[in-house]
């Protein structure tokens, strides 16, 4: 199983700025998943980071509110720009392994929880 | 395309009550079904997985069998604790619609437990 770790635990920033977050794990994984839950609600995927290649966005998150690097094979940082009260959300890590086709799980970091104010 | 359904929370049972949570799914192929934990303040961990139709996983007290033909995946515990307060959510990864496999969540069902 992978181990992966994020930074900041939390923060508190205000509205306009940019928060960086960060995911260590602590194995090579081709993939990397970011991952957003707001307060009381289940996971939306941002999107997903492939090492050498452009992140992959969902619909409704583009690039230049959440940009990703992915410089090598256990490490990928968010970034959540201009932010605004709406951005307030725990801000989840997430790789995915697996010994066979179909079978992939995932683990999680422990998430960045973000207030905006 | 793929969808899982779970009961709505909170769930409110009292120390060793016995615990089901509902989840329906539905998927294109022959899925991969998972039951992950969230503790509180914390991030989400595997509890429980099955990969095939009449499988059962079980981890920590907890069950969930592979019901092809119900397309469910009902979570079970015999005796619950007030530790396995969480939020609980069903989950699944299936056969590649557009190259990778994706997992598909559930809307997470709280578990409230008392002493």
């Known amino acids: 199983s992978a181990v992966i770790s994020q930074k900041p635990s939390r923060d508190i920033c205000q509205r306009g700025t940019s928060l960086t977050i960060q995911c260590q794990v602590d194995?090579?994984?081709?993939?990397m998943f970011w991952y957003r839950q707001q307060p009381g609600q289940s996971l939306t995927l941002i999107a997903t980071?492939?090492?050498?290649?452009?992140?992959?966005?969902e619909s409704g998150f583009v690039i230049d509110k959440f940009p990703i690097s992915r410089p090598n094979l256990t490490f990928s940082t968010l970034t959540v720009s201009n932010m605004s009260p709406e951005d307030s959300s725990i801000y989840l890590c997430?790789?995915?392994?697996?010994?066979?086709?179909?079978?992939?799980?995932?683990?999680f970091g422990p998430g960045t929880r973000l207030t905006v104010t | 395309g793929n969808s899982v359904t779970q009961m709505e929370g909170p769930v409110t049972l009292s120390e060793e009550a016995f615990l089901t949570i509902n989840c329906t799914y539905t998927?294109?192929?022959?899925?991969?079904l998972f039951w992950y934990v969230q503790y509180p303040g914390e991030g989400l961990q595997l509890l429980l997985k099955?990969?095939?139709?009449?499988d059962k996983g079980s981890n920590k007290g907890f069950e969930a069998t592979y019901r092809k033909e119900t397309t469910s995946f009902h979570l079970e515990k015999g005796s619950v604790q007030v530790s396995d307060s969480a939020v609980y959510f069903c989950?699944?990864?299936?056969?590649?619609?557009?190259?990778?496999?994706?997992?598909?969540f559930g809307r997470g069902t709280s578990l409230i437990v008392h002493p």
């Open positions: 989950a699944l990864t299936a056969p590649p619609s557009g190259g990778s496999y994706i997992p598909t």
């Open positions: 099955a990969t095939k139709a009449d």
């Open positions: 997430s790789v995915q392994q697996g010994g066979t086709v179909t079978i992939y799980e995932q683990y």
């Open positions: 980071a492939n090492q050498g290649s452009e992140a992959t966005y």
């Open positions: 194995s090579q994984v081709t993939m």
């Open positions: 998927a294109t192929g022959y899925p991969s």
